[in-house]
């Protein structure tokens, strides 16, 4: 079991910055992916940003070069800066993470609660 919570989110204006974290718990192993999404109104949810199991960083097209993710050393804290931002980054922001579990030899994924980013123009 993993639980992510998430904070940082808010309202601010285009071309402001913010800064997402995302803290979990429980269990929290080197190779668990982390990633963040979002999911605007009517839209699907979408990856923004992660870490692959093996520490490779994926970004969504939309965000490459205004957003940047990174992690503690523990690996138990996500972080999503967020530069430039864009009125078409409005949406719910939620924290990702994947945990290989052994037994079904497959990925189980928590979420966090999510956080708005609201960004006006």
């Known amino acids: 079991q993993v639980q992510l919570v998430e904070s940082g989110g808010g309202l601010v204006q285009a071309g402001g910055s913010l800064t997402l974290s995302c803290a979990a718990s429980g269990s929290i192993f080197s190779d668990n992916t982390m990633a963040w999404y979002r999911q605007a109104p009517g839209n699907q949810r979408e990856l923004v940003a992660g870490f692959t199991a093996g520490g490779r960083i994926n970004y969504a097209d939309s965000v490459e070069g205004r957003f940047t993710i990174s992690r503690d050393n523990a690996k138990t804290t996500v972080y999503l800066q967020m530069n430039s931002l864009k009125p078409e980054d409005t949406a719910v922001y939620y924290c990702?993470?994947?945990?290989?579990?052994?037994?079904?030899?497959?990925?189980?994924?928590?979420w966090g609660q999510g956080t708005q980013v609201t960004v006006s123009s």
């Open positions: 990702n993470m994947g945990v290989f579990d052994y037994r079904s030899q497959s990925r189980l994924h928590y």
